[in-house]
């Protein structure tokens, strides 16, 4: 049976504290906040493992929005937590180093954790077509366990419920029928020395660190082992927008290997942020044959050569080189790459040398859309919520799809006309390996081609190209009834192919049913249309 939603119960959650007023400047010595204890918060088991449904969900074209500043905060999209920080009020470890006490810190944070999202966004959310949500963390988020020999052991009691959060937030959007990208934002040693890896000295301490690099892949160890089996989480993100050194590739090498050896995540999808490096990561991915995604992050917005071009300019850009840049990389790695970090964000320079500076935006912001649609797997947009949303469209999707984008972006997957909603009991497929790539298909032979041969009187290469347009039209149609369509096609494609086996697809004869496939999903899609 292919389930396309999840269900799980919640356990009951315990009874926060709300944050009381404060001043921006406290006296630490004074009138001390009155922080209680906070009690144990369960973590709550995970809903049972549906692979059919996990691969829909893992394969199937994103449509998502991050998460940012749930669980890894940065001052900018939520100041209010940066009050009674301490040192220079930029990070994760200010928040949990201030507030008067650890006692303290725990309750601020626990209280946004319990209040930041709840189970109305992810319903809201999937009504609207978002189909998959990015969640970053921290290495802190996994417990005081991981905070020892860190710089967050001596917080490691403000983490107590974190890792309870994460799961009940993993579980809420299973609920809604949402996918979560878990991403490893904040490695141990930082990754990139910037405050939302959580430090606030500038360091970059985790390349040049047996000790940091060890404590890291024990995270992403355990991030695999509680997570591969997790019918909607669609995959770990191994690092958030690292540092481009020398050391880089070798890591993630490092890394895959592990994560590869713990049971279930053979096929688990591995996400790898390129260090703005395109065309670097997109060979390294084609050099692989596992599942294994290119996350490339785009913004207009940081440097001054991005000031000196008007909003006009930069929509030329998307629309003409940069998209054709993204379409050769997408090609060139079998499909698998997402860009899982882009915003509505213009400078104010760039607006002022528009004529009408909302029409731009919008204009912008709907031709990144298009482009990142039409060619690759996916994308994220930064971010869900922050303070201050209303008056920020550029950075803040609630604002956004009121102003610059649309509301409802159901049209974007195409493969079904009208869109279904992602619900139980559409699907009830018989899994036979013989019959079936990935997802459970009819048992019958269903939309052969007209005029094909008997299966006795057909080469080799004529039964893998009938193997793999049959697959490919019921792909399609499995994809739409889960009001979706496949994203990762070359992935879909090369995991059909092993997990089919020599027998069914005989040797030398592969690129032929990946031609079958190809234009048998290309009419499947069609029909569903």
């Known amino acids: 049976m292919l389930s396309c939603s999840i269900t799980g119960t919640f356990w009951v959650m315990v009874l ?24 144990d918060l369960p973590v709550e088991p995970f809903p049972p493992f549906d692979q059919p449904t996990a691969t829909v969900m893992r394969y199937r074209k994103q449509q998502s929005v991050n998460l940012g500043s749930w669980f890894v905060h940065e001052s900018w999209m939520t100041p209010s937590l940066f009050e009674e920080a301490s040192g220079d009020k930029v990070s994760e470890i200010d928040i949990a180093s201030g507030w008067n006490s650890t006692t303290c810190a725990r309750e601020v944070l626990e209280t946004h954790w319990e209040t930041f999202m709840n189970y109305s966004d992810f319903s809201y959310l999937s009504r609207i077509g978002i189909n998959t949500v990015r969640i970053p963390i921290g290495y802190w988020s996994l417990g005081p366990k991981y905070c020892q020999g860190t710089p967050f052991s001596p917080y490691a009691d403000v983490y107590h419920n974190s890792w309870s959060f994460v799961v009940r937030a993993i579980n809420m959007a299973g609920e809604a029928g949402i996918g979560v990208l878990v991403d490893l934002h904040a490695a141990v040693g930082s990754q990139n020395g910037q405050p939302h890896s959580g430090i606030s000295d500038g360091h970059i301490g985790l390349f040049d660190n047996q000790t940091n690099i060890e404590k890291t892949l024990a995270v992403l160890t355990f991030l695999t082992q509680q997570l591969c089996n997790v019918t909607n989480v669609v995959g770990v993100q191994i690092l958030n927008e690292p540092h481009n050194c020398r050391e880089l590739i070798g890591f993630y090498d490092e890394a895959i290997s592990i994560m590869r050896k713990v049971p279930g995540a053979e096929d688990f999808p591995f996400y790898i942020h390129d260090a703005f490096n395109l065309q670097e990561f997109s060979d390294y991915v084609a050099s692989r044959t596992d599942f294994v995604v290119q996350d490339h992050h785009s913004y207009f917005v940081f440097t001054s050569e991005d000031a000196k071009k008007s909003a006009s300019q930069h929509k030329e850009d998307i629309e003409t080189w940069y998209s054709d840049l ?22 104010a320079e760039s607006l002022s040398q528009e004529p009408d500076e909302d029409a731009a935006r919008r204009a912008f912001c709907m031709a990144q859309l298009n482009t990142y649609s039409n060619t690759t797997a996916g994308w994220s947009f930064w971010g869900y919520m922050k303070e201050d949303c209303d008056t920020d469209p550029g950075w803040c999707f609630r604002s956004a799809i009121h102003d610059a984008l649309p509301s409802d972006f159901s049209p974007y997957m195409s493969s079904c006309n009208p869109p279904k909603p992602f619900v139980a009991g559409l699907l009830d497929r018989e899994l036979d390996v013989k019959s079936v790539s990935l997802v459970h298909h009819r048992p019958e032979a269903i939309h052969r081609r007209r005029g094909r041969r008997e299966a006795g009187n057909m080469t080799a290469e004529e039964q893998s190209s009938d193997k793999g347009y049959r697959d490919g039209f019921s792909t399609a149609e ?13 992935q879909y494609i090369q995991t059909s192919i092993e997990a089919l086996g020599p027998g069914v697809i005989a040797p030398g004869t592969e690129s032929y049913y990946r031609a079958g496939f190809t234009q048998g999903l290309a009419d499947g899609e069609a029909s569903s249309n």
């Open 478 to 490: 499995d994809f739409c009834y889960c009001g979706s369509q496949l994203g990762f096609t070359g």
């Open 16 to 39: 926060l504290h709300a944050v009381t007023a404060i001043s921006n400047e406290p006296d630490k010595n004074s009138n001390p906040r009155d922080c209680k204890g906070l009690q």
């Open 326 to 347: 993204l379409a050769a990389a997408f090609a060139n790695q079998r499909g698998n790459l997402v860009i899982d970090e882009w915003s509505c964000a213009l400078t």
